[in-house]
């Protein structure tokens, strides 16, 4: 059995814009930044309205660059449309990345890659 990895969280809310992203992803690459201890992300999307087409390129490019230490990205989000686009974004980052409704779940699922029961 693998050890869980230790999960990193993202908060994001409102209006998405690439700027609004790059100072909330700021803190979350200098926590992953100088260690090679693998990591899974959990992005609470919950309080998100709407985000713009930049800031989605920004984050699939951000999580490309973040493959070798990120190993998981679980989306936590209630907008049953943003499934598709978290699968779009999952096959063009090539990052094992799924959407979850409950941040239980998600965290679970982000640690040892297995749903809670």
Known sequence: MTA??????????????????????APVTRELEG????AALVVDCLAMQSYDSDARTRFVEWNAGQRAVVKRV????????WRMVIATMALISKQEMRPFTSKNDAEQWAQTGQDSA
Not at 35 to 38: D, I, L, N, S, Y
Not at 74 to 81: G, H, L
């Open 4 to 25: 869980p990895l230790r999960v990193v969280k993202l908060t994001l809310d409102a209006h998405l814009s690439r700027h609004a992203l790059e100072g909330a992803l």
């Open 35 to 38: 260690t090679a201890k693998p």
């Open 74 to 81: 679980a989306i936590v989000t209630d907008k049953t449309a």
